[in-house]
């Protein structure tokens, strides 16, 4: 139950920042990334672009730029 609600919270306050950021910038792009990013992208708006793998495709960049 605890996990439970701790889930559904977390879905809702995305929700409700995701909403509040797009009122005031309507043009905004918003980028979901990390472990859970999946999950949590099917229980959004399907505006939200889906990177799991930001982080580490970023590290490759800058690598790549170095090297």
């Known amino acids: 139950a605890i996990l439970s609600g701790v889930i559904n919270g977390l879905k809702a306050e995305m929700r409700e920042i995701i909403r509040m950021y797009r009122n005031k910038f309507p043009h905004l792009q918003l980028v979901i990334c990390g472990g859970d990013a999946e999950y949590f992208h099917n229980h959004?708006?399907?505006?939200v672009i889906l990177s799991p793998d930001l982080v580490l495709k970023g590290?490759?960049?800058?690598?790549?730029?170095?090297v």
């Open 44 to 47: 959004l708006s399907k505006e």
């Open 59 to 66: 590290l490759k960049t800058v690598l790549e730029h170095n």
